[in-house]
């Protein structure tokens, strides 16, 4: 499926510089891609070698590493900050303390981004500093991820998660829980409680897209603890050609390009929206909503995975302020086109080529 039925967007499309260069200009934005290409691999080369392991708890140990991503990276791709907005704070008064109270804050803080590509992984190593999480649409369990891999997952056939959940074993001994814990899975109230002295970010969407519309967000959102501060913040560049909706190799080399030859830097906007409390009713036993589903629950480990399974009303009230709030401060739409309309698409794209999956999606709508 290419659009969505309701809104009649497409998020994806992989997307184009509205404003191709000139083709005399074609010899300089090719020499311009043979001298960024081989600094580009430098500078991820001597941060696998120098900085992948230096993750300490302490912030202050980590200024090195986030120093040399703005000075490094974001100098090498021709990234630029552009714009901060932050809600509730007037523009030119980010240094006062208002500004600092709607910032998110190391310990009690999940950053909920929209995501388009590589680069939205690499902005919030260098603004927040955070410990990257991979979610999964209908689970609350999520992965501890580096920045190397959460950069690169963009571009991998892992963009494209399964939509039952993450993939481990579930023995018939043990709860559900229980068998996620042993794969390496955890939550996001675990995660906090685990870094005090970091935020967490995570992308909810689950999967790319080219930035037209905002997805439906995941359930590992709800698995944060009662209290904390929920920021939804939206990402955005311009040139409007950086996003990565279809991974693969060919996604690749038109992502490079387009980073390091046809343009010849891109301007980043970031806006912060305000944050969205976890209630404290969240994660409690939910016996009546049970109840009124016909449910009927007669041991603590059937009602255990009832409540893994069930998503209840606080969960879904919870994912909706979090994404209305997303799609308000991105100036987009959202739809109802999920992780399984994209694994489609991209099935489509990939095997009968832009015109012919173009063709066929436009003809199942009709």
């Not at 255990?304 to 919870?318: D, V």
């Not at 979090?322 to 694994?343: M, P």
């Amino acid at each position: 499926m290419e659009k969505d039925k309701g809104s009649g967007i497409s998020p994806f499309l992989p997307p184009t510089n509205p404003k191709p260069n000139h083709p005399l200009l074609t010899p300089f934005h090719i020499t311009l891609f043979l001298i960024r290409l081989p600094l580009l691999l430098l500078t991820l080369i001597l941060y696998l070698l120098l900085f992948s392991w230096l993750l300490p708890r302490n912030p202050p140990a980590n200024a090195p590493r986030r120093f040399y991503l703005w000075t490094t990276l974001l100098t090498t791709c021709a990234i630029l900050w552009r714009d901060l907005r932050i809600d509730g704070v007037r523009r030119g008064s980010l240094n006062s303390k208002t500004a600092t109270s709607h910032l998110p804050r190391p310990g009690s803080s999940v950053v909920a981004s929209n995501w388009t590509g590589p680069i939205d992984a690499l902005y919030l190593a260098c603004i927040f500093d955070p410990v990257f999480v991979k979610c999964w649409p209908g689970s609350k369990y999520v992965q501890k991820i580096t920045l190397t891999y959460a950069i690169a997952s963009a571009l991998l056939p892992s963009a494209i998660p399964a939509e039952e959940g993450p993939p481990f074993f579930r023995s018939p001994a043990a709860s559900e829980e229980a068998s996620a814990r042993a794969a390496g899975l955890t939550t996001l109230a675990d995660l906090t409680a685990m870094y005090p002295h970091r935020t967490i970010a995570i992308f909810p969407e689950c999967t790319p897209t080219n930035g037209r519309a905002i997805l439906p967000l995941s359930r590992a959102l709800a698995g944060a603890k009662h209290g904390t501060k929920i920021f939804p913040t939206a990402l955005k560049y311009s040139p409007a050609d950086l996003g990565t909706p279809v991974p693969g190799w060919r996604g690749c080399g038109r992502f490079l390009w387009a980073l390091l030859g046809a343009n010849g830097w891109h301007e980043g906007r970031v806006k912060i929206a305000e944050a969205v409390t976890v209630p404290g009713s969240l994660g409690q036993v939910v016996e009546e909503e049970l109840e009124m589903n016909g449910d009927n629950v007669d041991n603590e480990e059937e009602l255990q995975s009832k409540r893994e399974q069930e998503i209840t009303s606080e969960e879904r009230a919870l994912l909706e302020n979090v994404g209305e709030a997303l799609a308000r401060v991105a100036r987009v739409k959202r739809v109802s086109l999920g992780v399984r309309e994209k694994r489609e698409f991209v099935e489509m794209w990939r095997g009968r080529g832009r015109k012919s999956a173009t063709t066929k999606a436009r003809t199942k709508l009709r």
